[in-house]
């Protein structure tokens, strides 16, 4: 049973743990084994604390034994992205610019999942900054797709849902701006959610976009979504822009039927070059939402094709501010060049961040300019209050809308680099609830002719996750894409996990 | 030609709160570098700040004494810069919708009094302070980093740089008086950047503009103002042109320095802070704020004037502060003169306290007893010179004066029969100036009933002597 361990679902483990059958140091080595034996080929994590994770589950295996009452995540190894806040660790980003910062305190979510029994694993790969749809953007490496290690895992949270779907975590929290959740998790055939704007704290979280920025879980399905979501939800003291809204529990709107259940589908989502199986796939899963008793009836977004020029005024202008702390005074790199003030941090940001950071620093810098501000940032304000507008007339009419999450599957490595503005337009399904601060769902609703994963969108109004876990989760039951697994031919010698 | 000067004041007043305006550490000053500090306030990746309440508080009353507008919607904006002692490299500040809009403050002048107005009072977060070692390196304390600061901008309208004094004299005053601040500028509490052009007389557009900085008194920002209006218009008398700039006071030169120009300026890129939310406060909230205000300093004067009789001066002097104004009516209310409470008030009482390094908080003396001393005075009790020996008593050992008065024996003499037995004593003693006065040298008395209170200890009654000498002589 233990090299199968690290396959089991969260809640499995969970039960399991705490029933005392299995311990939490069983469950985090027969991860450490396959993180051991994958990574070579998928690099899904940039550090592995194997052992501050078997630390963990040792202790709590004993606060277990002790009669210590069990967390609903216990002895569940979970893998974080590499801008959230864990004490004594190293916090990146992804970036070279922070290299050498150590966080001397824990992100709310991390805090969170510790008093519910999670062992963290390690950080995982990601877009410098969160800036990317493909994680080639890291400082520090690539991560490959586990289902074509040809292709990109998507981004800004590809080692996230890396991780998940190659079985090296069951579950990883990423963050999400514009798609850095859903569209990786669509790409990497698991489910990820980003919740409402104002659900989970992002204190602890460094901070892209703030207005967008929001942390949600991955899983293998959406029952370890809910899980997990419902762990790290809440109202927190120190981020003002959490709401102080009760958190359900989320796993009672699980296996409910959708019989009757209005889902809307904008028209808009087949006029923005669809990938032939994109298309294909996504047509099909309305069909079995049909086949599930629910109601599709065809919406309008008018000002969706918008949303793209909207989010690139308005979270580079935001990530501008963000990221002027990274000037080589507290913490991180600074370089050793200039010879006063000015030139050492002129040539700290020069040779700290990478290329589409400082694209987006310079875009940002830019749109806020005197004499520039209302042209660009206060009419982009003005858009995302329409954008946010056309969602909530649709949903007037429908309970929850369905979106591909990506126009395209996963796509080459290299393929895209050299084309950012290419690379931005394929954001355009996911950037829109951003924008609108909705809470939405990227499962996987079927596979293209190369067998790659297509990802659906679950959307629903702000607050409203039930809806979601409820219909994305009947659509699992209907479908039963998430049993479908990726398979990793890991070299013998690479595999020294028990035997 | 003439010209009309045309100043403005910044002023940046700390607020009086336990903690910082975005988290938790203590608020004060001074102590080790970077003890004072947490990851919020250092700026660290991933840190959010949360509004102090307190905070918002007292800038909404600082803000209710100015008369402002209050909108009831208030918002945080960031101001983008870099520099090592701003570790996010943006400052919270407000710039779009500051909390307090425009309002107004009276100050005296020798005209009588005049209206200021106040452009907006807003809330915003300090920096840290570098420290510049002897070997070329600086360090950076962010002790100071998000201590609350209220931004308190003036119109443009003051004249003279009298005015501007008399401007930061009353808004310190004020600032006091409701408790929002201590205002000591020595502390960095209170800190003032000046904005100053010249144009014809008659004109109403404004001229080019000077922001003086580096201005650490009221006598040194009137002085850089002096200094920088005779400046300017020996530019504008020899036709030359004035540059926008920001310049620095420099007190030993008492000259303001160029500092940098307009060209180098900052673009701030200000926009809507995305971390916090909006300040909203119901309209009723004004008004209750307004009810709680204490009489403002002016106002108060003005009642001193006329409740007490006081001359001006006076008036002034006992209600810079509120504390001296409160000791003042107290003292009044148990039974004191009010001319002669102002006397003792601000010679002996304000000279100890002084000498003592009290303030008149510490004082030993309470009001209530210096109202006892000087209604022993006025009932004959004690002479005016043995009262200021019991004072000092007093001011040492913070006891009652009736009981100094009674345990040294310094009752008045006023027994006829025993000052005149004195009087015999003195004018045989001393012919010499006993025939003088008889001769007609008025000034001989004086000398005689001089050796009268000597020979008592100060204790005799000097009206009774004084008549009592007369009477012999004549």
């Known amino acids: ?499 | 030609m003439n010209y009309e000067t045309v100043i403005g004041l910044e002023v940046h007043v700390q607020l009086k709160t336990e903690t910082k305006i975005f988290c938790s550490c203590p608020a004060g000053s001074g102590g080790e570098p970077n003890t004072r500090v947490c990851p919020v306030c250092l700026g660290l990746p991933g840190t959010l700040p949360v509004l102090n309440r307190r905070a918002v508080e007292l800038a909404l009353r600082a803000g209710a004494a100015l008369n402002c507008g209050l909108s009831g919607f208030s918002k945080f904006d960031r101001k983008n810069y870099f520099y090592p002692d701003l570790p996010k490299a943006y400052q919270i500040s407000q710039y779009h919708r500051p909390l307090n809009g425009a309002g107004w403050l009276e100050i005296p002048t020798a005209a009588g009094k005049k209206r200021i107005g106040v452009t907006r009072a807003h809330l915003e977060e300090d920096a840290g302070k570098l420290v510049h070692f002897e070997d070329g390196w600086s360090g950076v304390d962010y002790n100071r980093t998000g201590v609350p600061l209220l931004e308190i901008v003036s119109d443009p309208d003051l004249r003279r740089p009298r005015e501007a004094y008399e401007y930061l004299k009353e808004l310190r005053s004020v600032m006091r008086y409701i408790e929002v601040s201590d205002c000591d500028m020595e502390k960095g509490s209170f800190r003032c950047d000046a904005n100053i052009s010249l144009r014809p007389a008659g004109s109403r557009e404004l001229g080019v503009k000077v922001e003086i900085k580096n201005l650490n008194s009221f006598k040194a920002v009137e002085r850089a103002l002096e200094y920088e209006e005779i400046r300017q218009r020996g530019l504008l008398e020899r036709r030359e042109p004035v540059f926008q700039e920001t310049r620095l006071f420099n007190a030993d030169l008492q000259q303001t320095i160029s500092m940098r120009s307009k060209e180098e300026a900052h673009d701030y890129r200000y926009f809507p802070d995305p971390d916090l939310v909006p300040v909203v406060f119901p309209p009723e909230r004004t008004g209750e704020i307004r009810g709680q205000l204490p009489e403002l300093p002016l106002a108060r004067l003005t009642r001193f004037r006329e409740e007490y009789g006081l001359p001006d001066y006076d008036a002034g002097v006992l209600t810079a502060e509120r504390s001296l104004a409160d000791y003042y009516e107290e003292a009044a209310v148990a039974g004191a003169g009010y001319k002669s409470l102002s006397n003792w008030v601000m010679g002996e009482l304000l000279g100890k306290l002084n000498e003592a390094g009290l303030t008149i908080e510490e004082s030993p003396i309470p009001a209530g007893r210096l109202a006892g001393l000087l209604k022993l005075i006025e009932e004959g009790t004690i002479s005016g010179k043995i009262a200021k020996r019991v004072f000092a008593e007093m001011f040492e050992s913070g006891e009652e004066p009736a009981r100094i008065v009674e345990r040294r024996g310094l009752l008045q003499i006023s027994d006829r029969g025993e000052l005149e037995g004195i009087v015999e004593t003195v004018i045989t003693g001393h012919p010499g100036p006993a025939a003088d006065f008889r001769g007609g040298k008025e000034a001989a008395i004086g000398f005689l009933v001089g050796q009268v209170m000597k020979a008592t200890k100060g204790q005799a009654n000097p009206k009774l002597v004084n008549q009592l000498l007369r009477a012999r002589l004549s």
């Open chain 1, 1 to 499: 049973m233990n090299a199968k361990l690290n396959e089991l679902t969260a809640r499995e483990t969970a039960g399991l743990v705490a029933r005392r059958e299995i311990s939490a140091l069983e469950v985090a080595e027969a991860c450490l084994s396959r993180i051991a034996a994958v990574e070579p080929l998928v690099g899904s994590f940039l550090r592995v604390d194997g052992e501050g994770a078997r630390a963990m589950a040792a202790d709590l295996d004993r606060r277990l034994a002790a009669g210590e009452e069990p967390g609903p995540l216990c002895g569940v190894p979970v893998a974080l992205k590499d801008l959230l806040c864990v004490k004594g660790w190293e916090v990146t980003c992804g970036s070279k610019i922070l290299k050498g910062f150590f966080s001397p305190y824990d992100a709310t979510v991390v805090r969170k999942l510790r008093a519910a029994g999670a062992v963290f694993l390690g950080q995982t790969n990601m877009d410098e900054f969160a800036m990317g749809s493909s994680t080639e953007n890291s400082g520090y490496q690539i991560t490959r797709n586990p289902w074509d290690l040809d292709r990109v895992p998507g981004g800004s949270s590809g080692g996230s849902a890396a991780a998940v779907a190659a079985a090296e975590a069951p579950v990883a929290l990423g963050s999400d701006t514009g798609g850095s959740i859903r569209q990786p998790a669509a790409f990497c055939g698991v489910a990820g959610m980003k919740p409402t704007y104002g659900r989970v704290s992002r204190y602890g979280l460094v901070a892209y976009a703030s207005s967008l920025d929001q942390i949600g879980p991955f899983a293998r399905d959406v029952g370890d979504v809910a899980l997990l979501l419902e762990a790290i939800s809440g109202h927190d003291p120190l981020d003002s822009t959490s709401a102080p809204i009760p958190v359900p529990a989320y796993r009672d709107s699980l296996g409910r039927e959708i019989a009757g259940m209005k889902l809307g589908v904008p028209r808009q989502c087949f006029a923005a070059g669809l990938e032939e199986g994109v298309e294909r796939a996504f047509r099909e899963s309305l069909e079995i939402f049909r086949g599930l008793g629910a109601e599709i009836i065809e919406i309008d977004l008018p000002r969706i094709p918008h949303s793209v020029a909207c989010y690139y005024i308005i979270s580079t202008a935001e990530a501008s501010s963000n990221l002027a702390r990274f000037d080589g005074v507290q913490y991180g790199y600074r370089s050793p060049a200039g010879e006063n003030l000015v030139e050492m941090y002129e040539a700290t940001r020069r040779d700290g961040f990478g290329e589409e950071v400082k694209r987006r620093i310079l875009l940002g810098t830019y749109v806020l300019s005197s004499g520039y501000y209302d042209a660009y940032y206060a009419r982009a304000l003005q858009a995302r209050r329409l954008i946010k507008d056309d969602f909530d007339k649709a949903f007037e009419r429908c309970e929850c809308v369905l979106m591909p999450t990506s126009p395209t599957t996963a796509f080459e490595i290299g393929s895209r680099i050299a084309d950012p503005l290419r690379m931005y337009l394929s954001d355009l399904f996911t950037i829109a609830v951003n924008l609108a601060g909705l809470p939405a769902i990227s499962i996987t609703g079927g596979f293209d002719a190369s067998g790659l994963p297509v990802g659906i969108q679950v959307i629903a109004p702000p607050f409203e996750e039930e809806k979601i876990i409820r219909t994305a989760s009947a659509f699992e039951a209907g479908a039963g894409f998430q049993d479908r697994k990726p398979v990793l031919s890991v070299p013998p010698a690479a595999a020294p996990g028990p035997s």
